[in-house]
Structure formats: structure tokens, C-alpha cells
């Protein structure tokens, strides 16, 4: 007996003196490693009960246990668990008896951040309805892309978003599309306002529609762009809501926080991260209907916030932003995001004090995801060895020329080494499968790698490119294929192209990211060749991207050319453009 303990003590000095000199981050890998599998299981079992357990139900235990406590914060409203229960109530059971709702079915949400957003996505959950995010700045033909994508054929909206309703509503109508405010009133003919039905409407719980819901049950469409151009339906199952919700846990986030949002819920990190994190641990949400620089801090005093959520952009912002002598007098520990460049995340911790930074990387589409777990400033995550039994990943080599993989003499792709930059690829697995897009197979596949390693292997292509340096930390370097980030979104280049096709002087045109001091990601540059006999017309121009694109996808900048091999004259953009 004293043997074995004799033996266990020295095992463990052993694995100590190994922690300090050659394994420094043996207990962050391990407690990273015990955290995520812990996490993985907890959802696992969830959606094993009969009844399962879905998000839904973790917020309703919330919503029992501590009714009271306030759920989201918007303006000066103030939303408890039990107001939105009830109020989610409501809304499911109008939207049941006015609208015909039947389990299955997929209801496009075009709305802002507001309020009503929440309560939509608890009352069609209740349903066993799922959510198809229509991002709110969208127009015209990509908006009807969206909806056809989840094949919605009801949309919600709001009479915020009036012009960009009516303009669609007629091919709408022709595609027996029914569209309604969630507002008291329409000033739109053939929209109905649903407001007064939902509060005419009973609070009283609804039956349980969730009784056949799986891992792999389609919760939640929400749209990205890509080298494919017009926006992607990226299918959520019911696991990856539960599991993108547990990201905030991870990173830190408990019962007793406040999360200051301003990052828009058509997307997976304001929604499922944001939203999502606090239904799973019971925490406060503020809302903000967008991004302000000059309100942000007030806002976190006002409200008493102690987790912020960011991308890369929102904290340059917060940095250019002129200094005040309350800079560090706020009660915010943690901040929750991705996209920081390591100068800006400097600068971000001398001004305004020690906050906990949790990095993370994911795309909405990918079936695994990195954090930053140690703190170590610009890094993404990094590659532990537990871990990567858990979701197998590589970096491999990538011919940016002719945007696709390099191969050696056998046909298989080849591993980079540390300092290089490599595709990020991730095994498709039973653990960690890739879903795809709703309603087309073509672009699902396109996203998959086969024969990577070996015959028959399938891999997530996540088409960006890191580094890993020697100390096994990764790095984002930058995005492949046609398409760039600008504004804390993703602007597909032949998206745009198709757009700007449409104008009438144009012959010929390409769009491209061009890197803009000061700011991070790339900005839109179109390089246009004018039809015979037309001259540019810069106003026209300004004025048909503004109705047509997303104001992060218009070009900032243009270059006139006699053909896109050869510059004639450049036109810097005027003030309206900048």
C-alpha cells in the first residue's frame, strides 16, 4: 500500500514538473477538454428524454424556478422570464388559430432587434415550428432568395421595415407567400397587423409539440453568404442550438450576469450565444436595437452590465471613440465574441481595464469551433490534444491562385507546419456532422471535402485560412474564395457582381475586398467597364446600391477600367460613399 502511494505522490510531482516546463497549458487543455465534452453530453442526454429537453423547456425551468427575474432589458422595458412565458403563450396560440400553424412547418421572421423577436422564436418553438432569420437589411431579389431557400411560406415582420415589404409583396402574393406585422396597426394593403389577435389571445400554456424532436431536428435557418453569392439557408438543428447556447456558459456566462447585446439577431451569435446563452443559464439580456460607439459604456453603466458580446469591428469602434475620464468606471468582467485583432484587443484592455476576453471561432454552418480559453491576446483557440480526439481538424495547404486545396502525387491533401498558413478543414463525423443548407444539395456539397486524407474521408471545408504557431495557438489569417468580411458581416463578391450587372452604363463588372486602414476586414471595391458610348454616373450608382444592397455590401469604392485587365482612371468615392 505504501508502495502505491509512494508511487502515486512521485506520478504526480512528475506530471507537476512536466505542467511548468514542457506542458504549461496541460490544465487549461484538460479543463477546455472536461468542459466542452461535459457540455456535449449535458445536451445529449436533454434530447434523449422522452419528452425531450430542448432549449425551450431549459428556458421554461427558468421561467418556474424564477419567473421574476428579468429575462431581456430593451429601451425601458423590462421583460421578465414569467412576462415572456406568457407572452410567448400568446403569440404561439394566435399564431396557431390566425395563421393555420402546424408542427413542421417554417416561418421566415424578417424583424430589427426588438422584443417581439424573442417572443416569436419561444412561441414558434412551442409550435414545433422552426425560425428561417431573414436578415433585415436585405433587399429585393436576395430577400425572396432567403424566404424560397427555408421554403417559409409565411412571413413576420414589422411596419419598421415597410418599404422593403411592399417591394417584395407582389412576387410574395404571385408565390402564395402570406406576410403579417407584428405590430397594432398595417399601413401596407393585404398585410395583416397580428398584434391585437396575439394580445386577445390566452396566456395559458400551450400542449407539447416537441414529443418526436431529435438531435438532428431542423430548429433554426439562419443566412450566410459565400462564393455562391445569394444568401445561404445554414440549417440549426435542435443540438446546436443547445450547443451554441452553451457556448456562453462555457466561456464564463452565470445566472446572476447581465449580457449587453448589439449585434443583430438574424445571426447565430446575437441569437444563440447572446439570446440563447441567457435562456440556457437564466441570465439578463440587453437588447439594443444597434450598435451605438458613443452609448455603449453609458448603456453598461445604465444597466449594470457585466458580459458584453463583440466582433472585431464593434471594438476598434469603442476604441476610435474619443476618451472620457469614466472609461473604466463600469462593472463589465467578461466579453464574449470573435474577430479581434490582437493591437486592438491591446489597446481594448489598457483603456478600459481588466475584462476577461473570450475569443472564440465558428462559422454558423461548421460542425466545430475553436475558443481561446488561456487569454492569449490574438489567437483564436488552439490545437489541444484532447480536444482534437473530440473533432478532428487539420490545416492544410491552400493554392489561393486557383482557390483550391494542394495535392501531393497520391491525390491527398497535404498537412502545413507550424508558422504556415492552412484551409481549416474539420472531419464530418457522427459527433460532429455537417447539415448543410437548406434547399440545395449543390451548395451543401461544394462545402465538403472528400478524399482528403484518405479514400472515402469527407471534411467541413471552412473556407479560412489560419496559422498555428509553435506553441500550438491558432490564428486567423484571412477567407478564400469570393467573398470577404466588411462590418462584422460576410459580402459574397458574386452576389454583388449580379447586382450591379443591372445597372444600365455598366458592361462588365468585379468585385473585390480591398484592406482599409483603420478598420478591419476588407472593403467593397468594384472594378466596372463601361458600355460603348455610356459615361459613369456616380449619383445614379450611389442611389441604386443604396436600394438594392446591404449597406455593408455596397462598394466604397469604385475603379473605371477600358477592360478588368487594364486601369484607365480611378474614381475615389465621394462623401456619400464613405
Known amino acids: ?153 409565411i412571413v413576420l415582420s414589422c411596419s419598421e421595415l415597410q418599404a422593403a415589404v411592399e417591394e417584395v409583396l407582389p412576387d410574395l402574393k404571385q408565390e402564395g407567400v402570406r406576410v403579417f406585422y407584428l405590430n397594432s396597426t398595417s399601413p401596407t394593403p393585404g398585410v395583416e397587423a397580428l398584434l391585437p389577435a396575439i394580445e386577445a389571445a390566452s396566456d395559458e400554456p400551450m400542449p407539447q409539440y416537441h414529443t418526436n424532436t431529435t438531435t438532428a431536428s431542423k430548429a433554426i435557418y439562419i443566412y450566410t453568404s459565400g462564393t455562391t453569392g445569394l444568401p445561404k439557408a445554414a440549417v440549426v438543428t435542435e443540438m446546436k442550438v443547445m450547443m451554441v447556447a452553451n457556448l456562453a456558459r462555457i466561456c464564463g456566462l452565470r445566472e446572476n450576469d447581465i449580457v449587453y447585446t448589439t449585434l443583430p439577431l438574424y445571426h447565430s451569435a446575437g441569437l444563440l450565444i447572446g439570446v440563447g446563452g441567457c435562456l440556457e443559464v437564466g441570465a439578463t439580456c440587453v437588447l439594443r436595437a444597434k450598435f451605438s460607439a458613443s452609448q455603449f459604456w453609458d448603456d453598461c453603466r445604465r444597466y449594470n452590465v457585466t458580459v458584453i458580446q463583440y466582433v472585431g469591428e464593434l471594438m476598434r469602434y469603442l476604441c476610435n471613440s474619443p476618451r472620457r475620464a469614466n472609461d473604466r468606471e463600469h462593472g463589465v468582467r467578461l466579453a464574449i465574441g470573435n474577430g479581434l485583432r490582437a493591437t486592438v484587443w491591446k489597446e481594448f484592455l489598457q483603456r478600459f ?22 487569454g ?25 491562385e486557383e482557390d483550391e486545396p494542394v495535392r501531393n502525387e497520391h491525390g491527398f491533401c497535404i498537412r502545413v507546419r507550424p508558422g504556415e498558413t492552412g484551409l481549416l478543414v474539420i472531419k464530418i463525423t457522427k459527433s460532429t456532422p455537417f447539415h448543410g443548407y437548406a434547399g440545395d444539395s449543390q451548395k451543401t456539397e461544394k462545402k465538403i471535402l472528400r478524399d482528403v486524407f484518405v479514400k472515402g474521408d469527407a471534411f467541413f471545408n471552412s473556407g479560412d485560412l489560419l496559422m498555428m504557431d509553435q506553441e500550438k495557438f491558432l490564428y486567423f489569417q484571412d477567407r478564400v474564395g469570393d467573398t470577404f468580411r466588411w462590418k462584422g458581416e460576410n459580402v459574397a463578391t458574386t452576389e454583388v457582381e449580379a447586382t450591379l450587372a443591372m445597372v444600365d452604363f455598366i458592361q462588365e463588372v468585379n468585385v473585390y475586398g480591398v484592406p482599409v486602414p483603420g478598420c478591419e476586414g476588407k472593403c467593397g471595391m468594384a472594378a466596372v467597364r463601361l458600355k460603348p458610348g455610356q459615361s459613369f454616373d456616380g449619383e445614379s450608382l450611389y442611389t441604386f446600391t443604396r436600394d438594392t444592397l446591404p449597406i455593408y455590401a455596397a462598394p466604397r469604392f469604385v475603379r473605371i477600367q477600358v477592360s478588368l485587365g487594364a486601369l484607365q482612371e480611378w474614381v475615389f468615392p465621394s462623401q456619400q460613399w464613405s
Not at 98 to 112: I, M
Not at 141 to 150: T, V, W
Not at 378 to 394: D, I, M, Q
Open 1 to 153: 500500500m505504501l508502495g502505491v502511494l509512494v508511487a502515486a505522490v512521485a506520478g504526480l510531482l512528475l506530471l507537476l514538473l512536466l505542467h511548468g516546463r514542457w506542458f504549461p497549458f496541460l490544465w487549461a487543455d484538460l479543463g477546455a477538454f472536461v468542459a466542452l465534452v461535459g457540455s456535449s453530453l449535458r445536451c445529449r442526454w436533454r434530447l434523449s428524454r422522452r419528452p425531450p429537453i430542448t432549449l425551450l423547456q431549459v428556458f421554461q425551468s427558468h421561467a418556474r424556478r424564477r419567473p421574476h427575474h428579468p429575462l431581456l432589458l430593451f429601451q425601458d422595458e423590462v421583460y421578465t422570464f414569467s412576462d415572456m412565458e406568457r407572452r410567448s403563450n400568446r403569440a404561439a396560440r394566435a399564431f396557431a388559430l390566425r395563421l393555420g400553424l402546424q408542427p413542421g412547418q417554417t416561418v421566415a421572421v424578417f424583424l430589427p432587434n426588438v422584443p417581439a423577436y424573442v417572443w416569436t422564436w419561444l412561441a414558434l418553438a412551442k409550435l414545433g415550428c422552426a425560425m428561417a432569420c431573414l436578415n433585415c437589411n436585405v433587399r429585393g431579389r436576395a430577400l425572396l432568395h432567403a424566404r424560397s431557400a427555408a421554403r417559409a411560406d
Open 376 to 400: 492569449k491576446i490574438g489567437a483564436v483557440g488552439r490545437v489541444n490534444v484532447f480536444l482534437k480526439a473530440f473533432a478532428s481538424f487539420e490545416l492544410i495547404k491552400y493554392n489561393v
Open 353 to 374: 481595464g481588466p475584462i476577461s476576453i473570450s475569443e472564440f471561432y465558428g462559422a454558423t454552418e461548421g460542425n466545430a469551433g475553436f475558443i481561446n480559453y488561456t
